[in-house]
């Protein structure tokens, strides 16, 4: 079992950048595939991006592609979502996310652990 803490939110302007972290507790860290989910006021969670376990591989929602950047460092258990040339759209609660030996799937209920979540705002 593993229990995930994000942190790295805050208010910015659009056009600026914020990175957020996530720590998580327990073993086998780099057994995980880890991901970063988002919720709006109103909306559905949703897929941002993830990064495998297997490869590090990361893969990115068509919205953030060139602007976000996922990765992650086995030897803290940290996962990292690297936020660029922000805009009001990407204003939403972000969660980390995390699957044992997952694929970097897209859908919230294939992922077991869930971090409680960080604000982030972004004002024009």
């Known amino acids: 079992q593993v229990q995930l803490t994000e942190s790295g939110g805050g208010l910015v302007q659009a056009g600026g950048s914020l990175r957020l972290s996530c720590v998580a507790s327990?073993?086998?860290?780099?057994?995980?595939?880890m991901a970063w989910f988002r919720q709006a006021p109103g909306k559905e969670r949703e897929f941002v991006g993830a990064?495998?376990?297997?490869?590090?591989?990361?893969y990115y929602v068509d919205s953030v592609k060139g602007r976000f950047t996922i990765s992650r460092d086995n030897s803290k258990n940290m996962v990292y979502l690297q936020m660029d040339n922000l805009n009001v759209e990407d204003t939403a609660d972000y969660y980390c996310?995390?699957?044992?030996?997952?694929?970097?799937?897209?859908?919230?209920?294939?992922?077991?652990?869930w971090g409680q979540g960080t604000q982030v705002t972004v004002s024009t």
């Open positions: 996310a995390a699957d044992r030996y997952g694929s970097t799937s897209r859908l919230t209920n294939e992922y077991a652990y």
């Open positions: 327990g073993r086998a860290f780099n057994t995980y595939t």
């Open positions: 990064i495998s376990w297997q490869n590090s591989r990361a």
